[in-house]
């Protein structure tokens, strides 16, 4: 396994959604609404049962921070701490073997909205310096590239990279 996308919230996320597959694909909470993926992260107890488990594909698997009826644990990394569905989706993917991981749909800085409404949200606040420290210190990891595929500036301390050398790279791997 070497390539990853990994579906952030965002608002940007919808640009992407009808993008070919062309790797494996973790989603946050409930994009299973809108996309098909390989993997789901939900980081709060109060989502779980939520997700719309009838769009999901038959090996669709199901994470949370902690083991849970249905759910898988992600698997923790000394020292880093997520907080949010987003870091623990990245950090699935670090854990997962990927070295490649492009983040879709990270707004922040930019945008706090989510595209989806949740019942038990606890706030707008989006991440906090400790989330953008937690996705620096996941990049820093032997052989882990992790890139934000954006065209204008996020607040997070990774690599972009523009939309149009995205497409270029989803259409070299299909290929």
Known sequence: ??????????????????????????????RLQDRPVDAVVIYDRQLLGHERR?????????????????????????????????TLAVQLAVVSGHRDIFIVGCDWGVDRSTVYQYPHASGPVKY??????VLQRLAERPGVTISVV???????NLPHIRSVDYQLIMDHHRT
């Open 150 to 156: 954006a065209d204008q500036p996020r607040d997070v």
């Open 54 to 86: 009838d769009h999901a594909r038959r090996d669709t698997q199901f994470y949370t921070r902690e083991a849970a009826p249905g759910y898988l644990a992600v698997p923790g990394i000394p020292g880093i701490h997520a907080e949010q569905s987003g």
């Open 1 to 30: 396994m070497t390539a990853c996308v990994v579906w952030f919230n965002g608002p940007s996320s919808h640009d992407w959604l009808s993008a070919p597959r062309w790797c494996w694909e973790i989603g946050c909470n409930s």
């Open 128 to 133: 906090t310096n400790s989330q953008r420290q």
